[in-house]
């Protein structure tokens, strides 16, 4: 854990992490071959998964890409602002639980993704997409509430 110590090193995987996310969602948003596995129609009697299915088809998805584009900076901003020494072991303490509950969370949410991909397999990439996107963005925000508040 002392590599947490380094702000610089949170910088480098907050942003490279956030790079490869947006620059997914932001590509695969409106992309032809991206909307043509997409599952169409009402298909499932579920307005949350027939929506979040129209969501992704409409090219909607470049927004989340754009919101974990501005959590990056706004985290990059925070860590430069108030950062420049070394976190201390509270800090590296607090930080090191969130990421390994960040983690778990992660490793917790594969056989909830595998029941649903089981029950219906037409909706596999909102799935995932649902899960990558729900997963980044909640350690996101909860990266800079623990700027903001230490």
């Given amino acids: ?3 947490l110590k380094q ?3 949170n910088i480098i995987f907050i942003g490279f992490m956030s790079f490869i996310y947006s620059v997914i969602f932001i590509l695969t948003a409106s992309h032809m071959e991206f909307i043509s596995i997409l599952s169409h129609g009402e298909t499932l009697n579920s307005t949350f998964w027939n929506g979040w ?3 992704l088809g409409t090219g909607n ?3 989340v890409g754009y919101i974990i584009i501005g959590l990056t900076i706004a985290i990059i901003i ?3 602002i108030k950062r420049r020494k070394k976190y201390d072991e509270y800090q590296v303490s607090i930080l090191s639980k969130s990421l390994l509950v960040a983690g778990i969370l992660s490793i917790l949410m594969i056989p909830f993704m595998m029941i649903l991909l089981l029950s219906d397999s037409n909706y596999a990439v909102e799935i995932i997409f649902l899960f990558a996107s729900v997963q980044w963005v909640s350690v996101l925000v909860s990266y800079l ?5 230490f």
Avoid: C, D, H, Q
């Fill in 1 to 3: 854990m002392s590599l």
């Fill in 7 to 9: 702000p610089i090193i």
């Fill in 53 to 55: 299915s129209n969501f």
């Fill in 61 to 63: 998805m470049r927004f």
């Fill in 78 to 80: 925070f860590i430069v």
């Fill in 145 to 149: 509430v623990y700027l903001i508040k």
